[in-house]
């Protein structure tokens, strides 16, 4: 199967646009001397833009015309993205950098994906929904499915290759254009017509590569290529057409960034935990890393989380390019659930998606667990924890249940001692050495403290807990 | 004679009689017998929100609620604070039977994310004690914080300042704390069924150290001064040199 993407500049383009948003917008091509078009959208097509014009013709036509330069790097990049995304149907995908085609060996996959057609219409809808126009076309060898492609066939495997393409005309075909002409010169209009031809007054004439193609083309000559791997990271950027500035138009655009990121991990059979969103403005870029507990790749709970995050977030410029990297694709596995609902149990699936919820917006530092430390300092003797490290505690029930965070200086002639005192003398490894006399008292509202007389560091006397 | 409807009453669910105390709701024994006897259901409510009314912080008012919690964690249920006034220091809680593997503490940086952290725990772990200190979180806000521990079976406790008394409140069970000294006094403001007349009281001990003797005299040492405490004890073992 061949996958050509003929207008991928623009779709590139008007990927991070929602169906309301429509403007003109036309892809020049910014190498040559004389710019001209090489692409519009349907806006700019009505509006009376043509390929081939002048920018400076185009913009008399449409003043507000948005010119995006063709950047052959992000073509690129999107070609790999989607060879990506085709790797979930076949597993030998052969990129074709030149001319934004993807080729792909589905005979092996159809008795999972079933009919030919059935994995076109697939692949086509998928695609859609990220954006991308593909023509698809599918035959027995390479060349042919290119040439399918171009003309949107769909070749059985059977049959013979001749037959089908035999009254496509000839400019179908993938020869050098003066190749092409000296055929169209010789009188040649149809392919079934030069594949009827001796092979040696061919060659003869045109060269050897001529016969090699044909020859492939048909079948006749085997045409081994080289297998693609997919890499182990995500990357895609948006540039959009119209800067914005508030939050909640942003979702769209990076909406669609996250939908081309988990089907790529549905493809790879990855998931995802570390999720590096990239805001970038006229002074700068604006960083929103995102974390999930458990790599996944569920859209809705990204969304979830990113609404969450977005709803926070002040935007400072207007936004020109949304960027989405996920630096490292880790294996995933899917959570069985257990077929009776746990009554009394807690399902940790659901700590789980709240710990993301909250930790998303509060921020990863605002949820954390207690767990104790052996030290006699009471300062030293606690600590927080992330939720997932296990969690120790020695039991003294004879504590307070509240400490201060700081020990506050007080006036001991105020409280009454219950009882004391307790020394405790220690820490003289980590220089925050203490000789200190704990007691019990009561102040005149009838709260109980922990207060204690030290010694050193710094004499006097200090209140440090709460029996509540 | 069976007065009407009291067998509606004890079949349906959301109805009771005013004058009796409602015996077939979920609940949490406190763990204090006191309480429990005027409570309806003799616990906490279950899947319903319980607020706390106290006149000052530090009165007794989270221990209350140990034997309480440390029933939840036996039971393997998560116990969450949100933005407690101090730290709880975990060793005492241990002590209480609170097993800090299934301890949650939450920090916000202002009260209306405190609200949003509490519903969002409230409605998505099932079981277990959401423990949450707000001054006033307005009548629909609290109203939708007690569908949501419905919901998924939670008890909820919230702390509030007793200034607080005079609003309106959806919460299941109010009840007013205040400092009576040796232990807290507790008045139930309202509850689903009849209220009990009287206040209860609670007397909470605090667990004293062991290894040091209790001071035998209060006047005699706040006569003397207690600047200076000095007590044999102290004296015997100094390894360092002053």
Redo the contacts between chains.
């Keep these: 199967m061949a996958l050509e993407c003929p207008r991928l500049a623009l779709d590139l383009a008007t990927r991070g646009l929602a169906s309301g948003q429509e403007c003109a917008i036309a892809i020049h091509d910014s190498d040559r001397r004389r710019q001209a078009i090489l692409d519009c959208n349907p806006v700019a097509g009505r509006a009376g833009v043509r390929a081939g014009m002048a920018t400076s013709a185009a913009l008399g036509l449409v003043t507000d015309l948005k010119l995006i330069p063709r950047d052959p790097a992000a073509e690129r990049a999107a070609l790999e993205r989607l060879a990506t995304l085709c790797y979930r149907y076949s597993s030998q995908v052969e990129k074709l950098e030149a001319d934004n085609a993807l080729l792909l060996e589905i005979g092996g996959s159809q008795r999972l994906f079933g009919h030919t057609r059935e994995i076109t219409q697939c692949l086509e809808r998928e695609l859609l929904q990220l954006g991308y126009r593909v023509r698809i076309g599918t035959a027995a060898t390479p060349e042919a499915a290119r040439l399918a492609a171009r003309k949107g066939l769909h070749i059985p495997p059977g049959a013979r290759i001749g037959q089908h393409i035999a009254r496509l005309p000839l400019d179908a075909l993938s020869l050098e254009p003066a190749q092409k002409a000296a055929l169209h010169k010789m009188g040649f209009r149809r392919i079934g017509e030069v594949l009827r031809l001796p092979r040696k007054a061919l060659s003869r004439r045109l060269g050897t590569g001529v016969v090699d193609y044909l020859d492939r083309l048909t079948g006749a000559r085997p045409d081994p290529r080289k297998g693609w791997r997919p890499p182990e990271h995500f990357c895609s950027s948006m540039d959009l057409a119209a800067e914005t500035s508030s939050s909640q138009a942003l979702l769209f655009p990076l909406q669609r960034l996250v939908t081309e990121l988990c089907a790529t991990l549905r493809a790879r059979d990855r998931g995802a935990q570390q999720l590096a969103f990239e805001l970038r403005h006229e002074q700068g870029c604006e960083a929103l890393q995102l974390g999930l507990q458990q790599p996944g790749r569920s859209e809705e709970r990204i969304m979830l989380l990113l609404r969450e995050r977005l709803h926070s977030l002040q935007l400072t410029a207007p936004v020109r390019q949304v960027s989405l990297q996920v630096p490292r694709l880790l294996p995933f596995e899917i959570l069985h659930e257990s077929l009776f609902a746990d009554e009394?149990?807690?399902?940790s699936e659901?700590?789980r998606?709240?710990l993301e919820?909250?930790q998303a917006?509060?921020g990863q530092r605002?949820?954390?667990?207690?767990?104790?430390v052996q030290d006699h300092r009471?300062e030293h003797?606690?600590s927080?924890r992330e939720?997932d490290e296990?969690?120790?505690?020695?039991?003294?029930?004879?504590?307070?249940?509240?400490?201060?965070?700081q020990p506050q200086r007080c006036r001991?002639?105020e409280?009454?001692?219950?009882?004391?005192?307790?020394?405790i003398?220690t820490g003289w490894w980590d220089g925050h050495d203490c000789?200190r006399?704990?007691?019990?008292v009561?102040d005149d509202?009838?709260?109980?403290?922990w207060a204690f007389?030290e010694y050193k560091p710094q004499p006097g006397?200090y209140l440090q807990?709460?029996?509540? | 004679m069976p007065r009407p409807g009291e067998h509606l009453a004890r079949t349906l669910p959301g109805i009771w009689q005013g004058r009796s105390l409602r015996r077939n709701l979920a609940t949490l024994p406190t763990g204090h017998a006191a309480l429990d006897r005027q409570l309806p259901g003799h616990g906490w409510p279950l899947g319903a929100i319980s607020e706390l009314l106290t006149e000052?912080?530090?009165?007794?008012?989270?221990?209350l609620l140990?034997p309480a919690l440390a029933e939840l964690s036996a039971?393997?249920?998560?116990v969450v604070l949100v933005d407690?006034?101090?730290?709880?220091?975990?060793?005492?809680?241990?002590?209480?039977g609170i097993?800090?593997?299934r301890?949650?503490?939450?920090?916000?940086?202002t009260p209306e994310?405190s609200l949003?952290?509490c519903e969002?725990?409230l409605r998505?772990?099932?079981?277990?004690a959401v423990l949450a200190w707000h001054d006033d979180p307005g009548f629909t806000r609290l109203r939708r914080l007690q569908l949501a521990a419905r919901s998924a079976l939670k008890t909820g406790f919230l702390f509030r300042p007793h200034t607080m008394a005079h609003q309106a409140s959806p919460a299941a069970l109010r009840l007013q704390l205040s400092?009576?000294?040796?232990g807290t006094r507790i008045r139930v403001l309202k509850c689903q069924g009849q209220r009990a007349a009287e206040s209860i009281f609670i007397r909470h001990s605090?667990?004293?150290?062991?290894?040091?003797r209790?001071?035998a005299d209060?006047e005699q040492?706040?006569a003397k001064?207690?600047?200076r405490?000095q007590?044999a004890?102290?004296e015997t073992?100094q390894?360092?040199a002053h």
Excluded: N
């Excluded at chain 1, 605002?366 to 104790?372: H, I, Q």
């Design positions: 009394s149990g807690t399902d659901g700590i998606s709240v919820r909250l917006r509060l605002a949820v954390r667990g207690l767990a104790g009471p003797s606690w927080t939720l296990p969690a120790t505690c020695h039991s003294m029930p004879h504590r307070p249940v509240w400490l201060f965070s001991i002639e409280y009454r001692l219950l009882a004391g005192p307790e020394r003398e000789r006399d704990y007691f019990v009561q509202t009838g709260r109980v403290l007389h006397w807990g709460l029996f509540a | 000052t912080t530090g009165h007794g008012e989270f221990s140990m039971r393997g249920q998560w407690p006034p101090w730290i709880p220091y975990p060793p005492a809680m241990s002590g209480y097993s800090m593997e301890v949650m503490l939450i920090r916000t940086r994310e949003w952290a969002q725990v998505d772990i099932r079981g277990g400092a009576d000294p040796p605090p667990h004293l150290p062991g290894k040091t209790p001071v209060p040492d706040s001064g207690l600047s405490p007590s004890p102290m073992h390894p360092y």
